[in-house]
């Protein structure tokens, strides 16, 4: 079992960065595939980036490709979500997410193919 704990949400204006965390204890990090979700408010939770636990391929949704950038570093235990160009459309309650296997085709997009989850931290992107 793994625990995950996020930070690094804040207020950001239209345009500028932000650096997400998310700490990991229990297990090893590199043996899970990995995600980050985020949820505005009334709406569903999407997932927003995705890094697979073997060979490390990263997977974006549309549209944060080119912005976000999804990393971890195995030594500290501690995934990654670079936020650069932010958009007010990025706002809402960030969750990482992770899951002890290999996600086949489309499902890494899924939140019901992840087992763990952290708290979430708020990010909120104003124009």
């Known amino acids: 079992q793994v625990q995950l704990v996020e930070s690094g949400g804040g207020l950001v204006q239209a345009g500028g960065s932000l650096r997400l965390s998310c700490a990991a204890s229990g297990r090893t990090l590199s043996a899970y595939t990995m995600g980050w979700f985020r949820q505005a408010p009334g709406k569903e939770r999407d997932v927003v980036a995705v890094?697979?636990?073997?060979?490390?391929?990263?997977y974006y949704t549309d549209s944060v490709k080119g912005r976000f950038t999804i990393s971890r570093d195995n030594a500290k235990n501690t995934l990654t979500l670079q936020m650069n160009n932010l958009k007010t459309e990025d706002t809402g309650v960030y969750y990482c997410?992770?899951?002890?296997?290999?996600?086949?085709?489309?499902?890494?997009?899924?939140?019901?193919?992840?087992?763990?989850w952290g708290q979430g931290t708020q990010v909120t992107v104003s124009s």
């Open positions: 997410a992770a899951v002890w296997a290999e996600l086949p085709g489309s499902s890494w997009s899924l939140p019901s193919s992840y087992d763990y």
């Open positions: 890094i697979s636990r073997s060979s490390g391929r990263t």
